[in-house]
């Protein structure tokens, strides 16, 4: 149940930076994209998120559940959903450091037609999509504190969506910024830092 309040506060804090950039720039951040595909990909993506927050949230108070909804249970469940949920406050709390660091630039699609300024200090000296890598770690973490087939499901989906979109965004983001997100790239991992860089 922690884990699902936790990750519902994290989607209001992106409903939030939505509606400020509504505010400022005239576009809500992309929420609904341009694109046909970013569009297509948001039909998936919204029942995704909204399972990944209520099923925490709500199946620990519901008798007798289907065998799709009910959790494997083993020795030291109840520990690993507790390292889970520290592992999620953790990650949530460095994605803020992350959306404060990308100011207003911060962008939930692509959105060909807008040209957003190259974040490269940071988290993002390290790591080229660090946002995207915090919520696959949140994800998997929630898989391992409510491990159903549903929830696996909501996993792998959420999962290959931001695996697919991250490529996406990169060769969106060679096409805008030209040769200097392409020297970006060679320096910077996608999600793990590239420690050659520090020999």
């Known amino acids: 149940m ?17 509606w400020r950039t509504k505010k400022t720039a005239g576009r809500a951040a992309n929420l609904v994209p341009p694109e046909l595909l970013g569009r297509v990909l948001r039909l998936i993506w919204g029942p995704v998120v909204v399972l990944w927050i209520f099923l925490p949230m709500l199946m620990p108070f519901v008798r007798g559940l289907p065998v799709g909804l009910r959790p494997v249970v083993f020795a030291g469940s109840e520990v690993v959903g507790w390292i889970a949920a520290a592992v999620v406050a953790a990650a949530f709390a460095v994605t803020w450091v992350c959306w404060v660091r990308m100011g207003t630039s911060w962008r939930m699609g692509i959105d060909p037609n807008e040209k957003t300024n190259l974040i490269l200090t940071g988290p993002y000296a390290y790591v080229r999509h660090p946002i995207y890598g915090l919520s696959q770690v949140m994800m998997v973490a929630t898989f391992c504190a409510w491990p159903s087939a549903v929830m696996g499901v909501v996993a792998i989906l959420h999962l290959c969506l931001m695996q697919w979109e991250v490529r996406r965004e990169d060769r969106y983001l060679v096409m805008l910024h030209g040769p200097v997100y392409g020297e970006y790239v060679k320096r910077v991992g996608r999600f793990v830092p590239r420690f050659s860089r520090w020999k």
């Open 2 to 18: 922690v884990i699902g309040v936790m990750v519902g506060v994290y989607w209001l804090r992106v409903m939030q930076l939505v």
